[in-house]
């Protein structure tokens, strides 16, 4: 495929028939590395690297988090893939530090969201290189055309999936490498199968994720869900409305965040109960 720069309408295309594209740049390296301090910073504060329901929903509780999930790059691509009315409903921090041995499984969103839409988008956008040898996120082509595919819960402690989901039987000659400049974004379908390999190199691979979602989708799987109006207008109201941080940290929003991430929590475990009390 070859690689474009903008996400255009022939990307929208491509998009559409291969279920990613990648790379796309949306900020520049000296931005993206002015919001890798800002990370920093928050993380000099907690006392650690973000962990646990401090990497859910950073939008919530971060303003500049906020900010980037309105980027006008981002919402324009994703505009071209879902129409003017567009919901975040969530964000997550990626990080593997340097020489992790920190993976993700091959899995497929689709399986545990328990969204009733085919059209989410995922934007991944890399805070510092993302590479083969850092650990960049691996796709399958057009898998995102596949009913779902089977998942198995491995619960691994290195695996930054919440119960180490994973599809068995992937051929990896099959995949392909998303690599990402810092400042750059991939987008991908949330039926896409995809994956990505420990860290082995001295810098930290940083990814921030921001999921979009038409604003007529439905939650199936749990009573309360949150999202965010990023564009348009939403005549359904079917996520509570978040509310916007004024500030980094804003206690307004603490309580909020709280609520959200056990939500998300909650969510995730669904069906794994069983699974869960045998491992
Ligand atoms: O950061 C990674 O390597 C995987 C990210 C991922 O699974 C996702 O964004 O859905």
New binding site residues.
Partial sequence: MKMRQQFDDSAAQIFEREGYFSPVRVITKDQALHYRSLLERYEDKLGHTVRGSERTKPHLILSWVDALMRHTTILDSVEKIMGPNILCWNS?F?IKEPYSRSF?SWHQ?SNYWGLDTDNLV?I?LALSPANDQS?C?RVLPQSHRKSSLTHVDLYHEDN?LTRGQAIQDVKEIDAVSMPLDTGEMSLHNIRMA?A?SPNTTNDRRI?L?FHYIPTNTNQLNVEWDTATLVRGEDQYHHFEESPIPRFDLDPQSLDFHRKATDAMRDLLFKGAEKIRKTV
Avoid: I, Q, R
């Fill in positions: 997550w990626w993700v969103d995922t991944w650990g996120m930054l995809h990505s990814g994720s």
